[in-house]
T-cell receptor
Framework: GQQVMQIPQYQHVQEGEDFTTYCNSSTTLSNIQWYKQRPGGHPVFLIQLVKSGEVKKQKRLTFQFGEAKKNSSLHITATQTTDVGTYFCAGRTNFNKFYFGSGTKLNVKP | NAGVTQTPKFQVLKTGQSMTLQCAQDMNHNSMYWYRQDPGMGLRLIYYSASEGTTDKGEVPNGYNVSRLNKREFSLRLESAAPSQTSVYFC?????????????FGPGTRLTVT
C-alpha cells in the first residue's frame, strides 16, 4: 500500500546549526504538505508543494518537491529554540486522502 | 471561530467498553478526517469523509466506525475498545482554499484502554 517514509527519526542540533528532514513516497504524489507539531500540541500546517521540482521558502525554512514527485525535503537554516518540535510530511494521492510520514523530532540545544 | 473542537480531551476505558469521540468544525469545510497518533508512527488515517453524506476507510479502520452527522460534525466510535487502541486521536478538516488543501487539526483526545 501507499507509504511515506521520513528520515531521520530524531535530530539533535546546537542552536545556529542547520537541519534537514527527508520524505520518500513509494508512489507518485499529487502534492505534499508539511506540518509542525509542538510537544503536547496538534499538527499545524506549514506549506503545500504541488509542482514537480518546486521550491518554496518561508524565512529560514526551505521546502523542495522532487522532479518525480516522490520525494520532498524541509531544510531549516540556523535553527533557533523556537524550531523545536516534530516535523511531518503528508503526501496526497487522490480523493483528499493523505499519508503522513512518521515525523522527525527536532531538538535544539541553546 | 473555534476551528476544530474535539471532546473529550482525555478518556480511560476498560477493555470491551464502547465510546464515541466527537468532532466539530465551524469553517464550513467539506472534508473531515480521523487520525490516530502512536509514538514513532506518525499520524495514521482511520476514516475520512470527503463531503457530507460520504465516508471512506483509511489505513487503519478496523475496530472503528464513523458518522458524518452533518457538514459540521464527524464522530468516531469504538464499539469494543482494546488496549491496542490506546492512542491520541486527532480530528481534522480541510477544503480547497488559497491553492492548498490545508488540514486544520483539533486539540486531540488522549485515550487509554486498560
Amino acid at each position: 500500500g501507499q507509504q511515506v517514509m521520513q528520515i531521520p527519526q530524531y535530530q539533535h542540533v546546537q542552536e545556529g546549526e542547520d537541519f534537514t528532514t527527508y520524505c520518500n513516497s513509494s508512489t507518485t504524489l499529487s502534492n505534499i504538505q508539511w506540518y509542525k507539531q509542538r510537544p503536547g500540541g496538534h499538527p499545524v500546517f506549514l506549506i503545500q508543494l504541488v509542482k514537480s521540482g518546486e521550491v518554496k521558502k518561508q524565512k529560514r525554512l526551505t521546502f523542495q518537491f522532487g522532479e518525480a514527485k516522490k520525494n520532498s525535503s524541509l531544510h531549516i537554516t540556523a535553527t533557533q529554540t523556537t524550531d523545536v518540535g516534530t516535523y511531518f510530511c503528508a503526501g496526497r494521492t487522490n480523493f483528499n486522502k493523505f499519508y503522513f510520514g512518521s515525523g522527525t523530532k527536532l531538538n535544539v540545544k541553546p | 471561530n473555534a476551528g476544530v473542537t474535539q471532546t473529550p480531551k482525555f478518556q480511560v476505558l476498560k477493555t470491551g467498553q464502547s465510546m464515541t469521540l466527537q468532532c466539530a468544525q465551524d469553517m464550513n469545510h467539506n472534508s473531515m478526517y480521523w487520525y490516530r497518533q502512536d509514538p514513532g508512527m506518525g499520524l495514521r488515517l482511520i476514516y475520512y469523509s470527503a463531503s457530507e453524506g460520504t465516508t471512506d476507510k483509511g489505513e487503519v479502520p478496523n475496530g472503528y466506525n464513523v458518522s458524518r452527522l452533518n457538514k459540521r460534525e464527524f464522530s468516531l466510535r469504538l464499539e469494543s475498545a482494546a488496549p491496542s487502541q490506546t492512542s491520541v486521536y486527532f480530528c481534522a478538516s480541510s477544503d480547497f482554499s488559497g491553492g492548498a488543501y490545508e488540514q486544520y487539526f483539533g486539540p486531540g483526545t488522549r485515550l487509554t484502554v486498560t
